[in-house]
C-alpha cells in the first residue's frame, strides 16, 4: 500500500457545514443550496476493514471523510489517489454504479450525503456536476489533473485596454447610483416650498429613485418596478389595491396569456414549419424572397410579443437564404435581403397591441373605459392606417435605395427536405393552431360575445396549460416574468400617482404642453421627437417609452386628448434609432448574422430615413384619426 493510496486526515471533529463550505466542490455552491442539503446530511463511524462501498454497488452516496484512513481500490486491484477528502463522487454523476471499493484502514468518521440530495444542487449551479466528473477523472486518471484555465496575456500589453473599456461603464455605474441617493434626497430637502402633502412627497422621492436606475440601467428593468412596489407599501402611502392594482390589470392579464401562447408557438416548432412552407409555395424570384422575410416578420409580429424573440427566428432563414443563393456578402442583394428581414419584424411593432411587451405599458396607463375601446381589434383599426402609410413608404424607400437585382435561385428541394425532417405536426403545434385562431376569432368577435381579450386569451392560456401543449418547465422558463413583474409595477405607479393627484399637479406645472396637445398637437408632435431624440442618447427605448407615457398619457386625459394616441406617438417615435447600441434588438442582429454579411454603413443609412418616415406616416394619419373622433 502506497501513501497515495490512502486517503487520511487529522482533523479534529468540526461539524457538517465547515466540511462542505471547506470542499471546493460543494463550497461553490449557493448558501441557501448548503442550507437545503444540511438536513440531509448525517456522520457516520466506519470501523476498521468496513467497507464505505464496493464496486459495482449501486450509488446511493457520497462521503466526505472527516477523521481516518481510506483505502481506494479500482476493479483491476490498483490502488488509486484520491483527488480530495471526498468520496464516492459517483454520487455527483450519472453512474448507476460505484466505480470502486472504498475500505476503512483505522476507524473513520465521514460525513454521509444522499445521491438525491447532491442533485438538487445542480438546479442552481449546473457545472457543478461538471466539476464532480472531472474530479472523479482525476482519481481513475492515475495522476492529478488540473483545469487548464486560459493562458493570461500580457498584463502591461491589455491593462490599458482594460481601464479604456471598464472606465466608462464604471463611472456610469457610479454616477447613477449616486444620483439614485441623491434624487430622493434633493426632494425631500426642497420640498418643502411646493405645497404638497407628506405623501406625495416621499412618493416622488421613491419615483426619482426608480426612473434613475432605469435611466442609468443600473438593474435589471423589473427590479426597480419591485422596489417601488416595495417601498410605498412600506411606507404605506397609498392603498394596497392602488399600488398593486397592476397585477390584476387587463394589461397584465393579455399581456400574460399572449406570452403564453408565444411560447408554444415557438417551443412546438409551429413558427418554423410555417417559415418553411411559405418559402417554398413563394415564386422563385428576388422580389418575392424579400417579400417572404417581410412577410415572414409581419406574420409573427401579432404573434409574438418581442423583436428580440421575431429577430432570433427569422435571422436564421436569412443567413440560410444568402448561403442557399450564393449572394456576395454586402453585395445589394445581401444587403436588400437583411433590411427586408430586419424591418419586416420591426416595422409594425406599434401597430398590433400583442407585438411588444412594451405595448402593453401603454395599453395598462389607459384609463378602463378606454382600454374596452382598444382591445386587440380596436387597437389595430386605429392604428390600420399609420401601418399602411409605413408599408407604402417603405416600398418607396427601398426601390430608391436598392434599384436592380442580383440573380436568385433558391433551392425548393433543400426546403422541402427540411420540412420532411420535421414531420408531420406534431399534438403541440395543433395546439398552438387552435389557440391561435380561437384567440383571433375571439378579438374579431368580441362585439358579439362580450368576452374582453384579456379573459379570451387566458382562457387559452388555461386550456394550453390543462392539456399539456407548455409544461411547467417551460411555463416557468419561456414566458417573461420579469417583464410581467415590471408591467405590474409601472401600472400600479401610474394608479398611485392618479390616487395622489399628481397628475394635476404635473399638468399645471407644464401647461404649455397640455395646450400643445389641446390646439396644436402638430406641434406637440414635433416637440415630441425633439424630446425623445435626447433621452434616447441614453436611455434605452423600452423605458423611454415607458417613462414618457406615464407622464404624457395621463396630462392627455386631464386636457381631453384621446390618450391612446399619445401613447401610440410615442411608441412608433420611441422605437427611433440611429446609432447602433440604441437598439439591443439589432445588436442581437448584427450578432446573428455572423460577420457582417450585409454594409452596415448602407443598413444604417436606410434607417436614418426610415425613421424620417415614421414621422411623416404620424403627420399623415392626423386626418384619419380626426375623421374616427379621436382628435
Not at 214 to 237: C, E, G, H
Not at 534 to 542: D, F, G, K, M
Request: net charge neutral; charged share 10%; aromatic share 10%.
Amino acid at each position: 500500500m502506497t501513501g497515495q493510496s490512502i486517503l487520511s486526515t487529522d482533523m479534529d471533529h468540526s461539524g457538517s457545514v465547515k466540511a462542505l463550505t471547506a470542499d471546493p466542490i460543494f463550497g461553490k455552491a449557493p448558501y441557501l443550496g448548503l442550507a437545503r442539503l444540511l438536513p440531509y446530511t448525517r456522520e457516520k463511524l466506519i470501523a476498521p476493514g468496513e467497507y464505505l462501498y464496493r464496486n459495482g454497488a449501486s450509488v446511493t452516496d457520497m462521503f466526505i471523510l472527516l477523521e481516518g484512513q481510506v483505502r481506494l481500490t479500482s476493479k483491476n486491484g490498483h490502488e488509486l489517489a484520491p483527488a480530495s477528502q471526498r468520496l464516492g463522487e459517483e454520487a455527483g454523476t450519472d453512474f448507476s454504479t460505484y466505480l470502486a471499493d472504498a475500505v476503512a484502514l483505522t476507524p473513520v468518521r465521514v460525513l454521509v450525503i444522499p445521491k438525491n440530495s447532491v442533485s438538487t444542487l445542480f438546479a442552481g449551479v449546473p457545472k457543478l456536476k461538471a466539476e464532480f466528473y472531472f474530479s472523479l477523472m482525476q482519481i481513475f486518471a492515475g495522476e492529478h489533473l488540473h483545469s487548464q484555465a486560459p493562458a493570461k496575456p500580457d498584463a502591461k500589453a491589455t491593462a490599458p485596454m482594460a481601464v479604456i473599456d471598464k472606465a466608462p461603464e464604471t463611472i456610469v455605474n457610479v454616477l447613477g447610483w449616486l444620483m439614485t441617493l441623491l434624487a430622493p434626497a434633493a426632494i425631500l430637502l426642497f420640498s418643502g416650498s411646493w405645497g404638497l402633502d407628506r405623501n406625495t412627497i416621499y412618493f416622488l422621492a421613491i419615483a426619482s429613485s426608480t426612473v434613475v436606475m432605469w435611466v442609468f440601467s443600473l438593474v435589471d428593468d423589473y427590479i426597480p418596478a419591485i422596489f417601488a412596489i416595495l417601498a410605498t407599501l412600506a411606507m404605506q402611502l397609498v392603498p394596497i389595491s392602488v399600488v398593486l392594482s397592476g397585477m390584476a390589470s387587463d394589461g397584465f392579464m393579455l399581456a400574460m396569456s399572449v406570452l403564453g401562447l408565444g411560447a408554444v408557438i415557438v417551443a412546438s416548432g409551429l413558427s418554423y414549419r410555417v417559415l418553411l412552407m411559405l418559402l417554398i409555395k413563394l415564386p422563385n424570384s428576388a422580389f418575392w424572397q424579400n417579400s417572404a422575410l417581410l412577410s415572414v416578420g409581419f406574420l409573427l409580429t401579432p404573434l409574438i410579443p418581442s423583436i428580440n424573440g421575431r429577430v432570433a427566428l427569422v435571422t436564421p432563414f436569412l443567413s440560410d437564404m444568402l448561403e442557399i443563393l450564393h449572394h456576395k456578402a454586402k453585395g445589394l442583394a445581401a444587403n436588400k435581403l437583411a433590411v427586408s428581414a430586419f424591418t419586416g419584424v420591426s416595422l409594425l411593432s406599434g401597430i398590433f397591441v400583442s407585438s411588444k411587451s412594451v405595448n402593453f405599458v401603454v395599453f395598462g396607463l389607459l384609463p378602463d373605459q378606454v382600454q374596452d375601446q382598444f382591445q386587440w381589434v380596436g387597437w389595430f383599426i386605429a392604428a390600420a392606417m399609420t401601418g399602411l402609410i409605413l408599408l407604402v413608404l417603405f416600398a418607396i424607400l427601398m426601390a430608391v435605395m436598392f434599384r436592380g437585382d442580383e440573380p436568385a435561385a433558391l433551392s425548393k428541394d433543400q426546403l422541402r427536405l427540411q420540412l420532411s425532417l420535421i414531420g408531420k405536426m406534431k399534438q403541440r403545434e395543433w395546439a398552438a393552431v387552435i389557440g391561435v385562431v380561437i384567440f383571433m376569432l375571439g378579438v374579431l368577435t368580441t362585439s358579439m360575445h362580450k368576452i374582453g381579450s384579456p379573459w379570451l386569451g387566458m382562457s387559452i392560456l388555461f386550456g394550453i396549460l390543462l392539456f399539456g401543449a407548455l409544461n411547467k418547465n417551460e411555463f416557468r422558463e419561456k414566458i417573461d416574468w420579469p417583464f410581467l413583474m415590471y408591467l405590474g409595477g409601472i401600472v400600479g405607479l401610474t394608479s398611485a400617482i392618479n390616487y395622489l393627484g399628481l397628475v394635476g399637479i404635473i399638468a399645471s406645472s407644464v401647461p404649455w404642453l397640455g395646450e400643445y396637445m389641446h390646439t396644436n398637437f402638430s406641434m406637440f408632435i414635433l416637440l415630441l421627437c425633439g424630446v425623445v431624440f435626447v433621452i434616447r442618447l441614453a436611455v434605452p427605448i423600452s423605458a423611454t417609452i415607458a417613462m414618457l407615457a406615464t407622464v404624457l398619457m395621463p396630462v392627455a386625459v386631464h386636457y381631453g386628448v384621446n390618450p391612446w394616441v399619445v401613447g401610440f406617438v410615442i411608441l412608433i417615435v420611441g422605437e427611433m434609432w440611429f446609432l447602433p447600441y440604441q437598439c439591443s434588438y439589432y445588436i442581437q442582429y448584427r450578432q446573428l448574422t455572423k460577420g457582417m454579411v450585409f454594409d452596415e454603413r448602407v443598413f444604417l443609412k436606410f434607417n436614418a430615413l426610415s425613421n424620417l418616415t415614421k414621422i411623416a406616416a404620424i403627420y399623415a394619419s392626423l386626418p384619419y384619426w380626426k375623421s374616427m373622433g379621436m382628435l
